[in-house]
């Protein structure tokens, strides 16, 4: 069976208990699209950048090329993705989410667009609540641009943008100021860098015809003990004790955060844990 349709009928069984009504039409309009994203990761694509608890790794041990968390909760096999603001150990490279910034000048004028992999945000005087992407011009252009980071990551719309919009299956607003709107793929790595990026307006620009940036790959885990783990580049390396070998233990803060494809998310479902991006807030009352 396909993961998709794994997840979907897991969806069904498992959510039935979501508010009804037009907030609950909101929450499942969250939880298809993060489903989507999950349904549609690939290895190579990295994991869920934000979905996942991101767990700072304590230490590095050269002579035994592992890192140590306390209760890191790996087993051998595991994917995850390994990121942070720190210098890798040499041996390792951390996975980064492509990104990309839209920077204007002024006012979007009404009919002026942003376009994001295959959907496109169209600016309005006010938006109309039927129609999916339209984004309300704001009183500022710092409130325009708030209104359309907020209609990027699926937000509560309150006029800011039309209520049938669903959060960007691939891509998040990281932030927005008087001037810019910064977004990021959702998966870390390379696959990000193919996402496409334009704008359609006089007052508006895009630093790159896609995002780019998104650099790593996937690491499989070696469990040492509850404590303790390794790296290894494949499952299979990671199934016969091949680990990669580090040579120092490098500095500042390191990550490892379990990659969310289908099969990771259905393994937590079935134990009873709800991933903390539907966890979130108010996203899901019951499971």
């Keep these: ?20 009504g037009s907030e609950g039409r909101r929450r499942l309009r969250h939880l298809d699209a993060w489903l989507e994203r999950a349904g549609s990761a690939q290895p190579d694509e990295g994991g869920l950048a934000g979905s996942a608890a991101v767990n700072t790794i304590t230490s590095f041990d050269a002579g035994a090329n592992s890192a140590t968390f306390n209760g890191h909760g790996l087993e051998t096999g595991q994917q995850f993705v390994f990121a942070g603001s720190g210098t890798a150990p040499t041996g390792l490279t951390k996975m980064v ?15 002026d667009t942003v376009t994001i992999g295959h959907i496109t945000y169209v600016f309005r005087a006010t938006a109309d609540e039927t129609i999916p992407f339209e984004v309300t011009i704001g009183g500022s252009l710092t ?9 990027i990551n699926g937000d509560i719309g309150g006029g800011a943008f039309s209520d049938v919009t669903p959060p960007h299956e691939t891509v998040e607003a990281t932030g927005s100021d008087a001037t810019t709107v910064d977004v990021a793929a959702r998966a870390f790595g390379t696959g990000g860098n193919s996402i496409g990026t334009s704008e359609n307006g006089s ?9 780019t940036g998104g650099a790593g790959s996937h690491y499989y885990a070696i469990r040492i003990d509850a404590n303790d783990f390794q790296f290894a580049a494949s499952r299979e390396d990671a199934g016969a004790g091949t680990a990669i070998a580090i040579s120092d233990t490098g500095s500042g803060t390191l990550t490892f955060q379990l990659a969310e494809g289908a099969d990771s998310i259905l393994d937590m479902l079935r134990r009873g844990i709800k991933p903390e991006t539907i966890e979130a807030g108010t996203d899901i009352d019951a499971v």
Excluded: C
């Design 143 to 151: 409130a325009t641009l708030t209104n359309l980071a907020a209609a």
């Design 203 to 211: 007052n508006s620009s895009v630093g790159a015809a896609t995002l």
């Design 1 to 20: 069976m396909a993961k998709t349709s794994r997840i979907r009928r897991t969806r069904h069984n498992t959510f039935r208990g979501l508010t009804r």
């Design 97 to 111: 989410a492509a990104s990309g910034t839209f920077t204007f000048s002024g006012q979007p004028s009404a009919g």
